[in-house]
T-cell receptor, first 112, second 114 residues
Framework: KNQVEQSPQSLIILEGKNCTLQ??????????LRWYKQDTGRGPVSLTIMTFSENTKSNGRYTATLDADTKQSSLHITASQLSDSASYICVVSAVNDYKLSFGAGTTVTVRA | SQTIHQWPATLVQPVGSPLSLECTVEGTSNPNLYWYRQAAGRGLQLLFY??????ISSEVPQNLSASRPQDRQFILSSKKLLLSDSGFYLC?????????????FGPGTRLTVT
């Protein structure tokens, strides 16, 4: 069964600090992994997408890593800002499968 | 550029009442369309997907239904709402033939069944 597990469930950080979110998956055969940012009451917005051959991808202060051997990914937020407060969702897709596997998300709260 | 719209943004309905949520996509043709439901603290659950007009696949047995009367219009309906239907409903689209690549989400509809 394809599964995606995210940790921690939630975290609180001070503005300007860094943090790292984790994602473990068991999706097979692997196609790609994406990180989405979802503000409260809004739809998810894509931050990064990585295929099997990519092990790092950046989008501004967001850097995602992928280890396809251990089936782990991380999302690193650098110099956090108040606007980074959101839920971050890890999504994994299998080859030629319409059905994506979603993690439950990590809720990040940035405090001044 | 492509945009996806959903309405209404919020909805409060009594148990047993009907439901109609609408989703439209602009700036693309023949998209794959999806309806998801998001419960608090849980991952998104795929409800329906469509690869063309009148072609609907259901993922989860429930009292909801979906229809695609036009190429870029996707409707989620119910004849009688249950309390368990409360949640955040998201519509998404992806380019035709790209199931496993990028999906773009709409702004969502918050449904509260009372």
């Amino acid at each position: 069964k394809n599964q995606v597990e995210q940790s921690p469930q939630s975290l609180i950080i001070l503005e300007g600090k860094n943090c790292t979110l984790q994602c473990n998956y068991t999706v097979s055969p692997f196609s790609n992994l994406r990180w989405y940012k979802q503000d409260t009451g809004r739809g998810p917005v894509s931050l990064t997408i990585m295929t099997f051959s990519e092990n790092t991808k950046s989008n501004g202060r967001y850097t995602a890593t992928l280890d396809a051997d251990t089936k782990q990914s991380s999302l690193h937020i650098t110099a956090s800002q108040l606007s980074d407060s959101a839920s971050y969702i890890c999504v994994v897709s299998a080859v030629n499968d319409y059905k994506l596997s979603f993690g439950a998300g990590t809720t990040v709260t940035v405090r001044a | 550029s492509q945009t996806i719209h959903q309405w209404p943004a919020t909805l409060v309905q009594p148990v047993g009442s009907p439901l109609s949520l609408e989703c439209t996509v602009e700036g693309t043709s023949n998209p794959n369309l999806y309806w998801y439901r998001q419960a608090a603290g849980r991952g998104l659950q795929l409800l329906f997907y469509s690869v063309g007009i009148g072609q609907i696949s259901s993922e989860v047995p429930q009292n909801l239904s979906a229809s695609r009367p036009q190429d870029r219009q996707f409707i989620l309906s119910s004849k009688k709402l249950l309390l368990s239907d409360s949640g955040f409903y998201l519509c998404a689209w992806s380019p035709r033939g790209t199931f496993s690549y990028e999906q773009y989400f709409g702004p969502g509809t918050r449904l509260t069944v009372t």
